[in-house]
């Protein structure tokens, strides 16, 4: 379902489309349909920006495929060693499986930028020395390429941080020159650190939900990037007693969980 | 890994003949330093010094497989 949105600048349009829907413009698929013109000395040939937006809703999926199975008290997932990637990796891969599966047929055609995107990184890992092999495929419009590697945890890293780099580097390149609304999404995994993270957070993001509606007070997360953001934002949209909002700029933007009633108030917003 | 930084900052830039990359290896430290055009420069360092921290995070998982160190400097 898209609505559409203007404004005098591509900026303006998704903040008002932000206000609008109600959500946080991590949660919206965002399409220019046409960028805004300033014209002449600002008076003739004017134009407005106009841009069609999308409730996202991919990770939502994954998450209601790993909802399925389990309680959200209950699985610990694979213990305290994700980072020494250890092949008890228990229910997280097969579910994965179901939702490569359930969700590709809407991105047949591979794009250009899938192959350009594997050979980057499978060059990157060459002169880092790693004999790996990675497994390119669609999803949902981003490209998703798998390393299966030693799984020593190595291209994790502390909290992930070398595979996100990875990631962060491979999208620069193949990103390099497209303009702003036009990029590719990269996603680069390995021994299933991505969903677990996803269960991990969203893990985190109920818990933080059962404090705010305890304390009645708004709950502060830590700083983190705006795809894991994004999951926090979708497990509580859902949640009716609480409310979540990013506050903060770039890397130390962070999510804040609010409770619905306040002590005060009988109802915030 | 003089290798790997070139390749990264050679795809980074606009303009890859001007990169240029010096490796000083120590017995267990190596430096390497990397030197671009200057309208390069933003390019890898990116916003924040994004580009930059996530070049040098490679380059120590690439490092310590060898059991090694390696430092990321670039020059101006």
Same mark, same amino acid.
């Given at each position: 379902?898209?609505?559409?949105?203007?404004?005098?600048?591509?900026?303006?349009?998704?903040?008002?489309?932000?206000?609008?829907?109600?959500?946080?413009?991590?949660?919206?698929?965002?399409?220019?349909?046409?960028?805004?013109?300033?014209?002449?000395?600002?008076?003739?040939?004017?134009?407005?920006?106009?841009?069609?937006?999308?409730?996202?809703?991919?990770?939502?999926?994954?998450?209601?495929?790993?909802?399925?199975?389990?309680?959200?008290?209950?699985?610990?997932?694979?213990?305290?060693?994700?980072?020494?990637?250890?092949?008890?990796?228990?229910?997280?891969?097969?579910?994965?499986?179901?939702?490569?599966?359930?969700?590709?047929?809407?991105?047949?055609?591979?794009?250009?930028?899938?192959?350009?995107?594997?050979?980057? &990184?499978? @060059?990157?890992?060459? $002169? !880092?020395?790693?004999? %790996?092999?990675?497994?390119? #495929?669609?999803?949902?419009?981003?490209?998703?390429?798998?390393?299966?590697?030693?799984?020593?945890?190595?291209?994790?890293?502390?909290?992930?941080?070398?595979?996100?780099?990875?990631?962060?580097?491979?999208?620069?390149?193949?990103?390099?020159?497209?303009?702003?609304?036009?990029?590719?999404?990269?996603?680069?995994?390995?021994?299933?650190?991505?969903?677990?993270?996803?269960?991990? &957070?969203? @893990?985190?993001?109920? $818990? !933080?939900?059962?404090? %705010?509606?305890?304390?009645? #007070?708004?709950?502060?997360?830590?700083?983190?990037?705006?795809?894991?953001?994004?999951?926090?934002?979708?497990?509580?949209?859902?949640?009716?007693?609480?409310?979540?909002?990013?506050?903060?700029?770039?890397?130390?933007?962070?999510?804040?969980?609010?409770?619905?009633?306040?002590?005060?108030?009988?109802?915030?917003? | 890994?003089?290798?790997?930084?070139?390749?990264?900052?050679?795809?980074?830039?606009?303009?890859?003949?001007?990169?240029?990359?010096?490796?000083?290896?120590?017995?267990?430290?190596?430096?390497?330093?990397?030197?671009?055009?200057?309208?390069?420069?933003?390019?890898?360092?990116?916003?924040?010094?994004?580009?930059?921290?996530?070049?040098?995070?490679?380059?120590?998982?690439?490092?310590?497989?060898?059991?090694?160190?390696?430092?990321?400097?670039?020059?101006?």
């Amino acid at each position: 379902m898209f609505y559409e949105f203007t404004g005098k600048t591509v900026k303006e349009a998704v903040e008002k489309a932000c206000g609008e829907l109600g959500v946080d413009e991590a949660l919206l698929d965002v399409e220019v349909v046409e960028e805004s013109k300033s014209g002449f000395l600002g008076l003739v040939g004017q134009r407005d920006a106009r841009i069609k937006v999308k409730k996202r809703d991919l990770l939502k999926e994954i998450m209601e495929v790993s909802d399925q199975p389990s309680e959200p008290e209950r699985e610990p997932l694979p213990g305290p060693c994700w980072e020494c990637g250890s092949e008890e990796t228990s229910a997280a891969p097969q579910e994965a499986g179901v939702a490569e599966t359930e969700e590709s047929p809407a991105a047949q055609e591979a794009p250009p930028e899938l192959e350009q995107a594997r050979k980057i &990184l499978v @060059e990157i890992l060459a $002169k !880092m020395t790693i004999e %790996a092999e990675v497994r390119p #495929k669609m999803d949902n419009g981003a490209v998703y390429l798998e390393i299966i590697g030693d799984g020593s945890g190595l291209l994790i890293g502390k909290e992930g941080h070398t595979l996100n780099a990875l990631q962060y580097l491979v999208s620069k390149i193949v990103n390099k020159d497209a303009p702003a609304h036009g990029k590719t999404e990269i996603i680069i995994d390995t021994e299933n650190y991505r969903l677990r993270k996803i269960e991990r &957070l969203r @893990e985190k993001a109920l $818990k !933080m939900s059962r404090r %705010a509606r305890k304390t009645l #007070k708004p709950v502060w997360l830590e700083p983190m990037p705006p795809d894991e953001r994004r999951i926090v934002h979708m497990v509580l949209a859902s949640d009716r007693e609480v409310y979540t909002k990013s506050h903060g700029e770039g890397a130390m933007r962070r999510i804040v969980v609010y409770p619905r009633r306040m002590p005060n108030k009988r109802r915030g917003r | 890994m003089k290798e790997l930084i070139e390749y990264i900052a050679k795809a980074l830039v606009d303009s890859p003949d001007e990169v240029v990359v010096m490796e000083v290896e120590g017995e267990i430290t190596s430096v390497i330093e990397l030197k671009v055009a200057k309208s390069d420069l933003g390019k890898v360092i990116g916003k924040q010094g994004r580009t930059a921290r996530a070049m040098r995070t490679i380059l120590s998982a690439a490092s310590t497989k060898l059991n090694k160190r390696a430092v990321l400097e670039i020059l101006e």
